[in-house]
């Protein structure tokens, strides 16, 4: 699975006021909404089945937590890397994501072969593994400070009353 978790970590007293926490909740529902576009993005040129994305907002007593994340297979294979590949794509073949990138492009090339059982009736050996993309880590590497002054901005409307 992939998933990303981002949580407010207040005072438990500056939450018990319910305009900042209204704010903090309202801010943190924009920020899920733009790291699940981010997530995206990543698929916008895939062709046949994208992954689902789903987003979760979780208000507990003492924190607000928003999470972005699938369990697409295919998706964390990419995301995370492989050490090997079981399938054999033709000379010339270009990915449709590259890594780090949050865009996608139309994919050149095709799959010759696919599956383990059939490279290897075929005597071909594993091809060299999936380069990983890590969106989550350059959606944080990007992101992060913003995430962090969007919510000290919403702590302050709710201060504010705004």
Same mark, same amino acid.
């Given at each position: *699975?992939?998933? &990303?978790? /981002?949580?407010?970590?207040? !005072?438990?007293?500056? =939450?018990?006021?319910? %305009?900042?926490? $209204?704010?903090?909740?309202?801010? &943190? #529902?924009?920020?899920?909404? =733009? ?27 003492? %924190? ?22 079981? %399938? +054999? ?9 590259? !890594?780090? +990138? ?16 059939? *490279? &290897?009736? &075929? ?14 880590? $350059? ?10 002054? /969007? *919510?000290? #901005? %919403?702590? =302050?409307?709710?201060? @504010? @009353?705004?």
């Amino acid at each position: *699975m992939i998933k &990303m978790t /981002a949580h407010s970590n207040l !005072p438990v007293v500056l =939450l018990r006021f319910r %305009a900042i926490r $209204e704010s903090i909740e309202r801010e &943190m #529902l924009i920020q899920i909404d =733009l790291f699940h576009s981010l997530y995206k993005t990543t698929t916008d040129n895939w062709e046949g089945t994208k992954p689902k994305f789903v987003r979760e907002f979780e208000n507990t007593s003492n %924190a607000i937590i928003g999470r972005v994340y699938t369990q697409d297979k295919i998706y964390r294979f990419l995301h995370d890397g492989t050490a090997t590949r079981w %399938a +054999l794509m033709n000379k010339g073949y270009i990915s449709e994501t590259t !890594p780090r +990138l949050f865009s996608s492009r139309k994919k050149v090339g095709e799959v010759v072969v696919r599956t383990r059982g059939k *490279m &290897m009736a &075929m005597g071909i050996p594993a091809q060299k593994g999936i380069e990983a993309r890590e969106w989550t880590q $350059e959606i944080i590497k990007r992101y992060e400070k913003k995430f962090h002054k /969007a *919510m000290t #901005l %919403a702590v =302050l409307k709710g201060i @504010g @009353g705004n």
